[in-house]
């Protein structure tokens, strides 16, 4: 006769565990692979492209009382801030300060017939990143010769536009300046008659008999005399 010997259930569970918390403590007393360490993370240097510009009349030579605009153009493609990014602002003759955050300057009578330089140097937090900011760049502009207000030319016109003939006596002439920007409201002018003095302040001035033969001259500050002759 075949006896079969059966395990108890509880038996074979207690087993069965007793395996199992033995496997587990073999895992845990496992000693862990580390790999050597790899240089400091780096990232990417920040980039300037930076312009200037004439803001009152783009594309013109700034004049006196004008205003430059310079956008930095910094880009960092780790997304650092870049606001600690310093701007130099300098003339022919050195150094020259800007408006307040450094990104604007409005042009001085010792700015003309100069250029003007900017130096952008982008920077970055040391603390937190590696490399810090990136490569200065320059550029620059070069101002006009005059104040924005005062005029560079002036042509005599009658009421038919620039006069182009003889002035008549008893015919209205006026000045017309051309300035860089706004001519000044308050310019004054000074008209003659051959070497007479015929009339000041007015931008107009009307010829008269004692006038014949003679040559007419406007004069307004900064600019040449007109000559036309009668």
Not at 13 to 24: D, M
Not at 121 to 128: D, G, H, L, W
Not at 178 to 193: F, G, H, M, R, V
């Amino acid at each position: 006769m075949l006896t079969t010997t059966r395990t108890p259930i509880k038996w074979a569970s207690a087993l069965a565990l007793a395996i199992g918390l033995t496997a587990h403590a073999g895992l845990a007393s496992a000693v862990d692979i580390v790999s050597t360490p790899t240089l400091a993370v780096e990232g990417h240097k920040s980039v300037a492209a930076p312009t200037i510009a004439n803001q009152d009349r783009p594309g013109q030579a700034p004049a006196e009382g004008e205003t430059i605009i310079l956008t930095p153009g910094i880009t960092d493609v780790d997304g650092d801030d870049t606001s600690t990014s310093t701007y130099a602002w300098s003339n022919d003759d050195g150094p020259i300060t800007p408006e307040t955050g450094g990104l604007t300057y409005v042009v001085k009578d010792t700015d003309l017939a100069k250029t003007i330089t900017v130096v952008v140097t982008p920077a970055t937090n040391s603390a937190e990143t590696d490399p810090v900011g990136g490569d200065p760049v320059t550029v620059t502009l070069a101002t006009g010769t005059t104040a924005a207000n005062k005029p560079t030319s002036v042509v005599i016109h009658n009421e038919n536009g620039a006069l182009t003939g003889r002035p008549t006596v008893g015919e209205a002439l006026t000045a017309v300046p051309t300035c860089p920007s706004t001519c000044d409201p308050s310019l004054a002018y000074i008209w003659k008659a051959g070497s007479s003095v015929v009339g000041d302040s007015s931008d107009t001035y009307t010829p008269v008999g004692g006038d014949q033969k003679e040559v007419i001259t406007v004069t307004v500050p900064d600019t040449r005399a007109v000559q036309l002759r009668r």
